[in-house]
């Protein structure tokens, strides 16, 4: 079946912009988590989701990052005023349940901030 | 200190050869771990599970020592489409996430 989709896959933004990216997950996973990878470095938990609700957002950098999940589908990451250091690609995986059991990651958005 | 400490490498070997990765943890109540492959541009993809008792996938064998907080991944007779970044991963008692390293490159060398 389909994997974690992404969109969009590249996405060149400007400093002070605001962005959205999307994540699909896998039908049925009830748990949806967003990483950071940046260049060189292991992917950095930033949010997770079980159904609607953010049940941690512990990672988020600042209140710049925002997340939702309305349907309990669907994901959006929003971040606003985009800052040259957001740059980085940005994962977003699912599981059946929560954790701690197989995380399947989508492709990512790669996010560059000019 | 990292959660989770991975020597980044890289490590250049030919085809054939056998290959060992080493990955420390910091936190003793970690639960759960794995080695996660990910290849350049793409995504990690689970690779392996890593029991107490050690475990073994075809070339691949994964041990877990508790006691000094380490963990292994040893590949066997080497192939090209082994090139990769190899990431050690742990999960904590109570926290949500995925904790990864910075990940160990492999270039396996005709």
């Known amino acids: 079946g389909a994997g974690v989709s992404q969109t969009p896959s590249n996405k060149v933004t400007e400093k002070g912009k605001y962005v959205e990216l999307r994540c699909d997950p896998i039908s049925g996973h009830t748990a949806l988590y967003w990483y950071r990878q940046s260049l060189g470095q292991g992917p950095e938990f930033l949010i997770y989701?079980?159904?609607?609700?953010?049940?941690?957002d512990s990672g988020l950098p600042n209140d710049r990052f925002f997340a939702v999940r309305p349907e309990g589908s669907v994901s959006t990451l929003k971040i606003q005023r985009t800052e040259r250091g957001d740059s980085a690609v940005y994962l977003c995986?699912?599981?059946?349940?929560?954790?701690?059991?197989?995380?399947?990651f989508g492709p990512g958005t790669r996010l560059t901030v000019l | 200190r990292k959660e989770v400490e991975q020597d980044p490498g890289p490590f250049n070997v030919p085809e054939g050869a056998t290959v060992a990765f080493n990955c420390t943890y910091s936190?003793?109540?970690?639960?759960?771990f794995f080695w996660y492959r990910q290849d350049c541009r793409k995504e990690p993809k689970l690779l392996m599970s890593v029991y107490s008792s050690g475990n073994e996938d075809g070339r691949f064998t994964a041990q877990l020592n508790r006691a000094s907080q380490y963990i292994s991944l040893l590949i066997r007779d080497s192939k090209l489409s082994d090139s990769a970044t190899y990431l050690c991963v742990v999960t904590q008692t109570g926290a949500n996430n995925l904790f990864f390293g910075t990940g160990t490159r492999l270039t396996v060398i005709p």
């Open positions: 995986a699912s599981s059946l349940m929560g954790p701690p059991v197989e995380q399947f």
């Open positions: 936190n003793s109540a970690s639960q759960s």
């Open positions: 989701f079980q159904g609607t609700g953010a049940a941690d």
